[in-house]
């Protein structure tokens, strides 16, 4: 009998996305009933704990469409500032100071609206209540036993180190996404920081740990049904590199956009190429068993873009209509029903 996984990605107020594709084919065919487990990524996690809790699927697109302001709220910068970036005018308001992140002299959000959401999401339970298999991934920021950083991933499995700590704590440790929202403290474990950082697509992370944990024997076992939040339409292009010793820190990591450089390049390359390698190393080892459904997207959305969720909303409804997305609801009919 297979072994059935539902998998989200990262990607801020992108979630919407992966909320509305999910929502289709529970209408359709019941995937969340049928499913034996759900992984995810930051507001990957965040749904698949909401799921994996008993929230409906309808309750979490109207949490992406109409509470993106509860989620995000500024941590708050003086005004002056942004004064010390040279290529724009100083902000005359918060409000614009702080439309857009990443933060670059503090974090750009508190966590604060953030817990509120997932709390009503997943309530005060432990991880190891979950009746269902559950794996989010965070970035530990501090193992005393190795003495360095450590990717994790959290679960309800037997053996998983964190199986006891609350599901709240999962949920905002996952989505502490760097420069955005502050690294998040879970008891004894220390700082943690949001799982996009490795595995911004937990497909990999969720079929070793399923096997791992002993829900299933072995690849052959699994099938997966892999969601996206939008394929970003950015990149480096070859004439945007005139110099490349000139790459550095300005480059890489700057908070704007430049040209046709995106903001935060490495940060988004990061995500982004973890993501298309998780899908590719899944499709390989699990065959016609694994199937991904992602929404291109005509231009970029940022993380907290909750703004234009209306543009992310058309965008998805498109997608629903394509023959691509109809291969996906066939597959659906046809392995997981």
């Given amino acids: 009998m297979s072994f059935k996984i539902l ?23 019941g995937i969340v009933k049928n499913a034996n487990g759900f992984a995810g990524t930051s507001t990957g996690g965040l749904i698949s704990l909401g799921l994996v809790s008993g929230v409906d699927i309808g309750a979490i697109v109207d949490l992406y469409k109409n509470h993106g302001a509860t989620i995000f709220q ?3 910068w003086l ?30 959000y508190v966590n604060t609206g953030l817990a509120t959401v997932a709390r009503k999401l997943v309530g005060n339970g432990a991880m190891s209540s979950a009746s269902r298999f559950v794996a ?19 679960s309800n499995g037997p053996r998983n180190a ?49 096997i791992y944990q002993g ?36 480059h890489w990591l700057w908070p ?9 390049a490495l940060l988004n390359l990061t995500m982004d190429a973890t993501a298309e390698l998780a899908a590719t190393q899944a499709g390989q080892m699990l065959g016609g068993n694994y199937m ?10 940022g993380l907290d873009d909750y703004k234009n969720v209306g543009e992310l909303v058309t965008a998805t409804q498109n997608y629903i209509e394509t023959s691509e997305w109809a291969a996906v609801r066939s597959w659906v009919q046809q392995n997981w029903v």
């Fill in 79 to 108: 005004l002056d500032a942004q004064a010390k970036q040279q290529d724009r005018p100083p902000a005359q308001s918060n409000e614009e100071l702080l439309g857009s992140g990443p933060g670059i002299f503090s974090c750009q």
């Fill in 292 to 301: 991904r459904g992602n929404v291109p997207l005509a231009q970029p959305f």
């Fill in 162 to 210: 964190y199986r006891d700590i609350a599901m709240v704590d999962a949920a905002l440790a996952t989505s502490a996404a760097p420069t955005y929202f502050p690294p998040y403290q879970v008891g004894d474990f220390g700082y943690f920081a949001d799982g996009g950082t490795f595995a911004n697509n937990p497909s990999m992370t969720a079929l070793v740990e399923a």
């Fill in 256 to 264: 704007f956009s430049n040209g046709t450089v995106p903001a935060t």
């Fill in 74 to 76: 500024p941590n708050g």
């Fill in 136 to 154: 989010v991934n965070s970035a530990r920021l501090w193992d005393p036993g190795q003495s360095s950083w450590e990717p994790c991933t959290i």
């Fill in 7 to 29: 998998c989200c990605d990262g990607g801020g107020i992108r979630g919407i996305i992966t909320a509305l594709l999910i929502q289709d084919l529970d209408q359709r065919f």
């Fill in 215 to 250: 829900y299933a024997t072995g690849t052959s076992d699994i099938v997966m049904l892999s969601l996206g939040t939008g394929v970003n339409p950015v990149g480096v292009p070859i004439g945007s590199v005139s110099d490349p010793l000139n790459w550095g820190v300005t």
